[in-house]
Every structure is written in structure tokens, then in C-alpha cells.
């Protein structure tokens, strides 16, 4: 029980920074990590032991993939990037860069990329958190880092996706 | 045995790029790299790019803690009608899209209360809220003439709520005709103008939880207690419209109103 809680409590600023990540929005991702905490406390009994940070992660993920399809069924204007904004140089501009990057993915790359450079997961906990094969995973994390490349190279896409 | 010197293969490159190669093929996967500068680049770019990823967003995890994450809160919420209704409105969100998770179920059994409710409270919200000089039938001056009058109509003791703790003036009221009778509609404005209504309607459902639905620019709250239903309407954001549910739920409950005898 205190095992529980005190194992959530430690992964929080590691969940906070995944999030802020996979959303780039600071509200949204802190909204992210509050329910995913909720759910979890709630969740007590679902929790058959094994790596609760792994299991957090699965929350969050999830629930991010809900919020988006949520948005994808809704003719809603979501903010774009300025993508036309002019650059500008040093390390405000590459952070601006990766950033845009990121953003050009699919989200199933996107997940899969940062559970494994930024959270250290390994390909197999990224396979049970996204509950794919491993070879899903280094696919997507291959064409994760070839649309980044290409991203970076100036090959942006012409037509942005509109989630 | 694997041949030492087997061709190196993309996945053991990122694998390679991730620390997960086995043991014994990362002097393969080096040597491999020495001989194939092109190979040697890729790996050289998705260290780059990792190392971009780390830099922009690695030290967001030393951040301090905000308090609102504190777990003995979450938890102690988690037992309130605060955050039952928080959750069910986080959850109507992110699986409904347009109409909540619980409107789906009870849409499904029969044609809902939920649907009929929202859909009047909603397009009366819409109406009214634009109105300049007559927003309302009776001003929030009269309160008590207001909550009379609606009473008397709706024949139930309607309670209305002051929600100048949530920076909301009351506006006034008026009567609107209902799916089942006389509807009432009281209106409430903020500091920068923003509007929010709640709907009163007797309806026979049972009890509800709260439950969310979104409509274009709007978005309402909607719950049934002791024979009323009850729909708080405002500009589509989320957690603010929460907050005033909460605070007209609370006042609400505290002296629960009764049909008349």
C-alpha cells in the first residue's frame, strides 16, 4: 500500500515531463498526469504488481490517445504552430526545431520515441505500454527517426495534418 | 552462434543507438559502423536527435512538484462529489467527444432525458445569452419575487444559487416552456461578460450523476436530484464550467429543494 502510493509519488516528475513532451502544452500535459494519478489511486486493484512506472506510463499514453480521438471526431480549431515564423538562430531555435519535429509525427511514433530517449524505457516496456509486438515498436521508432531526419533536413511535409 | 561478422541489421543499429544490442554483437555492430560511414552518420544523427529531445525536455523532471499532484489531496478529492464529477466530466470528455459516456448507456435503453434536457437547456443558453437589453424576464434584483414566481410555475421549491463567490452575478430569469411543462432558465455573468444559465426541468429520471456535453462554443453539466433536472451551460471550457456546477451543486444541496406538497 505505501509501496503504491510512494512508487506513484516518485514517478510524477518523470510523467510530467513525458507529457509535456508528447503534448508540448503545459496545461495539458499537467491535466494529463492529474488524471492519469487519479485513475491509478482509483485503480489500486487493477495493479498486479510489476513496474509501476511502466503501468503509469500505459495510463497516460492511453489516455492521451483517447483525448486525441476525442479531438480528431470534433470540428474543433485547434492552435497550429506557426509554422512560417521566420528562424531565428541559437538554442532557443534547435529546441524550437525538435520540437516541430516531434510534432510532425504520428502519434504512435511520437509515443514510442520518447518512452525510449527521454523516459529510458526499454523495447520491451514500450511494447506492453503501447501493447504491440516489439517489432512494432522499432518500426515505429525507425520511421520515427527517419521523419525526424527528414523534419530537420527541411523536408517538411506540404500539407499539414489537421488533427 | 551468431557470425560475428554477419551483416548488421537496421534494428540492431537502433538497438545499437539505444543500449539494448546484445552483448555479443555490439563489436560486430562497431566494426560494422568503422567500415560504413554512411551507417555511422545515421547513428551519429539519431544520437543528435536524442540528445535534442533530452536537451528541450530532460530537465522538466527536476522541476518542483506543483501541489495540486499532492496524492493525499487526489485521493481525499476522490472520495467527494467534487471529483466523482470531475472524473465523470474527464471521462465524458475523453471518450464522449460530444456527449458523455453515461449519455451514451442511457441513449442506448431508451430515448434519454439526458439528450432531451441539454438539447433545451442548450438552445435556450444560445438564445439568450446574446440578449443586450432583454436577457431575462425578471432582473436578479427581484430575487425573491424571481425564485417565487418559478416556483409557483415549475410547482417546486427552486433553488437558486448565489455564485458571487464564483465572480458570477445573477442576472434574473425566465420561464421557458419545457419538453414536460414550464422550464425555467436563470442566468448568471462574469466579470468579462462571459454567461453562464442553469436550467431547471421536474423530470420522473432518477438520480443522476453529473454528465457532460459539449455543443459548438458551449458546453453544459447535467444531473437530476429529488425530481428536478438541472443543466449549467457556459462558454465550452471545461474546468471553469465545472467549478460553477460544483458551486450550484453545493448550495443546492445543502438545503435540498422539495416538490410541493
Redesign the interface.
Known amino acids: 500500500m505505501g509501496g503504491f502510493r510512494q512508487g506513484i509519488e516518485s514517478a510524477i516528475p518523470a510523467l510530467r515531463r513525458y507529457a509535456r513532451a508528447l503534448t508540448r502544452n503545459v496545461e495539458l500535459a499537467d491535466d494529463l498526469v492529474q488524471d492519469t494519478l487519479v485513475r491509478a489511486l482509483r485503480s489500486e486493484h487493477l495493479f498486479h504488481g510489476g513496474d509501476i512506472r511502466s503501468w503509469l506510463y500505459t495510463i497516460l499514453t492511453n489516455l492521451n490517445r483517447n483525448r486525441l480521438r476525442a479531438l480528431a471526431r470534433r470540428p474543433a480549431l485547434q492552435a497550429i504552430d506557426d509554422n512560417d515564423a521566420p528562424e531565428t538562430a541559437g538554442p532557443e531555435a534547435g529546441a524550437r526545431d525538435i520540437e516541430r519535429a516531434l510534432a510532425s509525427l504520428v502519434e504512435d511514433q511520437r509515443t514510442a520515441l520518447l518512452l525510449v530517449v527521454l523516459e529510458g524505457l526499454t523495447y520491451r516496456e514500450v511494447a506492453e505500454v503501447q501493447g504491440v509486438p516489439i517489432g512494432t515498436v522499432m518500426s515505429r521508432l525507425a520511421r520515427a527517426r527517419m521523419q525526424i531526419k527528414a523534419y530537420l533536413d527541411g523536408e517538411r511535409p506540404a500539407l499539414r495534418r489537421i488533427k | 552462434m551468431i557470425d560475428r561478422n554477419s551483416p548488421v541489421t537496421?534494428?540492431e543499429l537502433?538497438?545499437y543507438v539505444?543500449d539494448?544490442i546484445a552483448a555479443d554483437r555490439r563489436g560486430a555492430v562497431e566494426a560494422w559502423l568503422a567500415s560504413h560511414p554512411e551507417d555511422a552518420a545515421r547513428v551519429a544523427?539519431?544520437r543528435a536527435?536524442?540528445d535534442?529531445?533530452?536537451?528541450?525536455?530532460?530537465m522538466?523532471?527536476?522541476?518542483p512538484?506543483?501541489a495540486?499532484?499532492d496524492?493525499d489531496k487526489?485521493?481525499r478529492?476522490?472520495r467527494s462529489w467534487r471529483?466523482v464529477a470531475a472524473?465523470a466530466v474527464?471521462v465524458a470528455?475523453?471518450?464522449?467527444?460530444?456527449v458523455g459516456w453515461m449519455a451514451r448507456g442511457a441513449s442506448a435503453a431508451a430515448p434519454s432525458r439526458f439528450d432531451t434536457f441539454t438539447t433545451q437547456a442548450l438552445d435556450a443558453h444560445r438564445v439568450y445569452v446574446v440578449e443586450v437589453r432583454h436577457p431575462v424576464e425578471v432582473t436578479g434584483a427581484e430575487r425573491p419575487h424571481l425564485v417565487q414566481w418559478l416556483s409557483k410555475r415549475l410547482d417546486y421549491e427552486l433553488r437558486i444559487p448565489d455564485l458571487e463567490p464564483s465572480g458570477l452575478k445573477l442576472v434574473g430569469g425566465r420561464l421557458l416552456p419545457g419538453p414536460f411543462g414550464p422550464a425555467a432558465l436563470c442566468m448568471y455573468e462574469g466579470p468579462s461578460g462571459e454567461r453562464f444559465t442553469i436550467y431547471y426541468a421536474r423530470t420522473d429520471s432518477p438520480q443522476t450523476a453529473m454528465r457532460y456535453r459539449?455543443a459548438d462554443r458551449f458546453a453544459a453539466l447535467y444531473w437530476v436530484e429529488h425530481g428536478l433536472a438541472y443543466v449549467v451551460s457556459g462558454p465550452a471550457e471545461r474546468e471553469r464550467l465545472l467549478n460553477v456546477a460544483q458551486a450550484a451543486y453545493d448550495q443546492i444541496d445543502k438545503s435540498p429543494p422539495q416538490a410541493r406538497p
Open positions: 537496421e534494428d537502433h538497438a539505444d539494448e544523427q539519431w536527435q536524442a535534442a529531445i533530452r536537451a528541450r525536455y530532460g522538466l523532471a527536476s522541476e512538484v506543483p495540486r499532484f496524492l487526489l485521493t478529492g476522490a471529483t472524473a474527464i470528455f475523453l471518450a464522449g467527444g460530444v459539449a
